[in-house]
């Protein structure tokens, strides 16, 4: 047995202003915003029920930071309805659905991310 384990425990994401970086996120994961804000910089939302997170951090925020490319993806159940509900909420999609299965779009502080058919 590895002393590593072969699981991830968190995804950070950099973010400019946590308040609103944790609104932004938990608007179109459809969460109510009462995550904690632990020292002033870090909010924690739980991304699944093995124990990952989503780590939003404006401490390790700069422009080199920012996801230009995604390094993770939402799953979705419904690539159409998942497009659609984000162009309705006028979230700055980057791509189409792209071969039915993904699309990338970005939050407001400029970091790609992705979503995808499972």
Known sequence: MSIILNKAGAIFIPVSNIISARAWYCSILNLEPNYEIIAGHLCCIPFDNNGLN???DSRIYNEESLYKNPSFHFNTDDIHKAYD?????NVELVTEIEHGQWFNFKD??????MICHC
């Open 85 to 89: 509900y984000l162009k309705e909420r």
């Open 108 to 113: 407001p502080d400029g970091n790609v991310l």
């Open 54 to 56: 989503l780590v939003l």
